[in-house]
């Protein structure tokens, strides 16, 4: 099973700027995408970024444009940068690993979940 954590959260002001990393270990051939997903109290789990092991990447409209997934397959990390950050983005942000990267561009069928990383954006 893979074992991921998650760093690189904190507090920033609208529209600056955060980073979050997250290091994997343990993959698995079933691991096929990895992803951001994130979730504000109140509300559900959604996604925000994924990628397919191949480098093919995909995002949720509100962060289209704003967020860029990437991985450094050397490292076994995960990064997601986030940029112009809107009080919206505030939320709890877990990274995770796949076993299927669909059609329509969502990491699913989650197999490993990391601890999460808490954002805050201020007005």
């Known amino acids: 099973q893979v074992q991921l954590v998650e760093s690189g959260g904190g507090s920033v002001q609208s529209g600056g700027s955060l980073t979050l990393s997250c290091t994997a270990s343990?993959?698995?051939?079933?691991?096929?995408?990895m992803g951001w997903f994130r979730q504000a109290p109140g509300k559900e789990r959604e996604g925000v970024a994924a990628?397919?092991?191949?480098?093919?990447?995909s995002y949720a409209d509100s962060v289209k444009g704003r967020f860029t997934i990437s991985q450094d397959n050397a490292k076994n990390t995960l990064y997601l940068q986030m940029s112009s950050l809107k009080p919206e983005d505030t939320a709890m942000y877990f990274c995770?690993?796949?076993?299927?990267?669909?059609?329509?561009?969502?990491?699913?069928?989650?197999?490993?979940w990391g601890q999460g990383t808490q954002v805050t954006v201020s007005s």
């Open positions: 995770a690993a796949g076993e299927i990267y669909s059609t329509g561009g969502r990491c699913m069928r989650i197999a490993s």
């Open positions: 343990g993959y698995t051939t079933s691991t096929y995408c």
């Open positions: 990628i397919h092991r191949g480098g093919v990447t």
